[in-house]
């Protein structure tokens, strides 16, 4: 894989601030053949990833984000819908399984030179969507696909992301008990839908709120690892079962 090209945090705030006036007036324009300052790329890679390559990210990006409106106003019923959509396309391109998604300063880069426009169509302003972690408008459904996908031979592969809601990623995502666990954590968002099917959206919150504290007492004294995945299906079950029984009950 090709490296691609990384900036650090204190480096991009003032790139931010720089692009910020354009972003405002929708005059930006990507320009790959002078990067900002304090863009570089790591100092062992094969080779740099083509100017081509980024152009084509994001020429795939906003043809998605023009689905859905871009760059006129996304109805914020939309909102969902245009982020599934990216998962989607980010889960299934070849180029984002690259190690160097690992890292920040990657996501930076590519949010400050490839797509500033959209998170700031999506986002605005906010300066966590366009720096690295785990708030960066991007690289927070790309961590989704690496959990939630089902695989490339489900008929229903992204299922899990097009079901769940926004408040429900996060939470499962953000759980310790969970989040540091992918197969734990694709297990769990499949039995909060089955078990939180026809809930209210506070009462699906609270369920996992409730079932992720127990799931980390649990792994106290026994290794959830070590289960298969029907086991920790019937207990994900087992521990739903107090909460999601009686739709009719407030939580």
Known sequence: MPGFPQLETYKALPVLQGLLPRLRNNSFQPDF???PNGVSYAAVVDREVSRYDLHLLREEA???AS?????????????GAFDNALSAWIGEKDIFKSREMLNNAVWTAMSLTLWPDLIFWRFGDTPARYIGGRRNALQ?????TRVFDRGEGDIDRWG????????ELVQIMERPALGNNPRLARLFAESTLRACNGLRAQQTKEAIRKVTVNVLAI????DLNALTDNEVRELFSELF???????????
């Open 219 to 222: 792994k106290v004294n026994r």
């Open 62 to 64: 906003i043809k998605c």
């Open 67 to 79: 689905e859905f409106g871009f760059p006129a106003q996304l109805a914020v019923n939309q909102k």
């Open 140 to 144: 927070r459904l790309w961590a989704r």
């Open 241 to 251: 079962a107090p909460y999601t029984w009686n739709t009719s009950v407030s939580i």
């Open 160 to 167: 899990i992301i097009n079901s769940l809601g926004e408040d």
């Open 33 to 35: 053949e002078n990067m």
